[in-house]
């Protein structure tokens, strides 16, 4: 008599099982621990490798096939000195050991390169990761170009649609993070420079819940679209700070953006600025090209010290939001490829 009940409890408890290991086996689960590599993944280990792993990201991104199949990586803690480079076709996912997945502040996994665009010859190839492809997601790796003043370089360069960058730290002077082409989604990350440091001119990338900041005096984006169409950049919920680096305070010493194109479009939704935001807000290109004819330049729902004062008369204030949400920026499917875990 008491049989079948137990029975039905154990296919119950079975199917439960069955359904929990399903969904925490998703790889775009946001988790708050993340220290041991995922099952089939790819494993990079800086010292005590064993057979069949990798003690750079270069090689185990090399030992993948450059074939439709999605791909995982996992990267235990260090400091990998070497430049990254991923052209493959297929899905590819890679996780740095973190004990805090939420955010930047508990990376243990770092990549650095120190290189310039007149070493290089042109911008992209300084890139520390260069992430030539779609559908690619990064979690809670820092990427640094250590090069410093006096010449563009990269930390990151980014070209491709459906890229997703989550708990990350991107650390340079000029040109730090390159969002050339395709749609990308910047979330829980920081964002470091000083001169253009979030740039393109094909991309549209919506940053959220990212911490954005100076290092020095100068403008954090620089957009270069050759049409309305073509780029747009929206950062939403997010902080802009001065670097703890940073050798002042910088009060007034910062510019939201300026045009590298007279079809700039860049739009702060929502942000807390500090006081080391100007007043005018936004800046001309130069001079000679001041490049403001075609701009959108705009802000709605500033907060903060920076959010005060008589802004640049190319720009201008909003009262909603309509037109730059995500679903604006990055298109109708963007819940398809976006880990919405980290969405406000």
């Known amino acids: 008599m008491h049989a079948p009940s137990i029975l039905r409890l154990v296919l119950f408890f079975l199917a439960y099982a069955s ?26 280990r800086q010292s005590g490798a064993t057979s069949g792993q990798f003690t750079t990201i270069q090689a185990a991104v090399n030992s993948l096939p450059n074939d439709g199949s999605a791909r995982v990586i996992f990267i235990f803690p260090g400091t990998y000195a070497e430049q990254v480079i991923i052209p493959r076709s297929g899905q590819l996912t890679i996780y740095g050991s973190t004990t805090d997945s939420t955010s930047y502040t508990s990376n243990s996994v770092t990549i650095t390169h120190s ?83 979030i740039w393109g001119q094909h991309g549209h990338a919506f940053f959220e819940d990212c911490t954005i900041a100076s290092v020095a005096a100068g403008t954090i984006t620089a957009d270069g679209p050759t049409s309305t169409t073509d780029s747009l950049f929206v950062i939403n919920k997010s902080n802009i700070i001065v670097s703890s680096s940073a050798s002042s305070s910088l009060t007034g010493q910062v510019f939201l953006g300026r045009p590298w194109t007279q079809f700039a479009q860049v739009v702060y939704t929502s942000c807390t600025l500090g006081a080391h935001i100007n007043g005018a807000g936004w800046e001309i290109w130069s001079t000679a090209t001041p490049n403001t004819a075609d701009v959108t330049f705009a802000e709605f729902a500033s907060t903060g010290a920076g959010a005060a004062g008589t802004r640049a008369s190319f720009s201008k204030k909003l009262t909603s939001n309509t037109g730059f949400m995500a679903a604006n920026v990055l298109g109708s499917t963007w819940t398809s490829w976006v880990d919405t875990s980290y969405v406000l």
């Open 19 to 44: 359904s929990w290991s399903l969904s925490t086996a998703n790889p775009l689960e946001k988790r708050v621990s993340r220290t041991n590599p995922p099952s089939g993944a790819v494993v990079v």
């Open 115 to 197: 290189e310039s665009a007149a070493q290089a010859g042109s911008d992209p190839p300084t890139g520390t990761l260069q992430v030539n492809k779609d559908n690619f997601a990064l979690y809670n790796v820092n990427v640094k170009n250590t090069f410093g003043s006096g010449s563009q370089a990269l930390a990151l360069s980014a070209s491709g649609s459906n890229q997703g960058y989550y708990g990350c730290g991107f650390y340079g002077f000029q040109d730090t993070l390159l969002a050339e082409s395709g749609t990308q989604f910047y979330a829980a990350s920081y964002i470091e420079g000083a001169v253009d440091f």
